[in-house]
């Protein structure tokens, strides 16, 4: 076990804050976890850009990154800015080679522009942009996690995840990854662990695999 505690940055995903992780515990003798959140990009901020930002917000020496979503895609862009000790990503991808073809062709074609993220108030809508999910009786649940709410910020992220730019995976990166994740489905992923019946949501719905498993995930 370490002599130190091992300090252990959380990323949410898109239009989602720190709640996402209230269930997860990791043994507080031995991690310290800090809540990272996004503030509001400029229109034309690169993510590059953005994740230089973000790294400013890490102040502690060789971190642990846990990166939700599109919160795994900025913790790679992060670690190009810091030592880091490690970088687990979950419900994510590790380069553009994992994006589903319908993110694809929307890229090539730039359907995505005509999306109606300005229904920024339609729960059922962003519950699908964020989860993958529309199930009404969970809508409830999701709107405590769904605190970003501006169509600028949904339709940057939704432009950022469409257009990632990264070809290789980075070396020793971590993927954990739901069976049935409806936003980034295995069958375009390689080299993860997966989580039997995951979902995209799965830090919400999957809480005790996390803290069974993240901290010997950590550790090994």
Known sequence: MPTSKIPVYFMPGMATGPTI?????????????????????TEEMSLEDYAKLISKNIDRKNPVLIGVSLGGI???????YLKVRKIIIISSIKSELELPKRFIF???TRAYKILPTGIINNMELLSKY?????????LDLYEKYLVIRDKQYLD?????????????PMPNIIHIQGEKDPVFPVKYIKDYIEIKN???????????????RLPTIILS
Not at 74 to 80: K, Y
Not at 130 to 138: L, S
Not at 156 to 168: A, G, H, L, Q
């Open 130 to 138: 964020a989860f993958g999910e529309t199930v009404k009786k969970r």
């Open 198 to 212: 995951g979902t995209h949501a799965m830090i919400i719905h999957r809480f005790k695999w996390f803290n069974e």
């Open 156 to 168: 940057w992220c939704i432009d950022k995840i469409i257009n990632w730019k990264r070809k290789e």
């Open 74 to 80: 900025l913790m790679q862009e992060v670690a190009n």
């Open 21 to 41: 992780f209230d269930r997860i515990e990791l043994p507080s003798e031995y991690f310290d976890c800090i809540y990272l959140e996004w503030f509001m990009p």
């Open 106 to 108: 929307a890229r090539y």
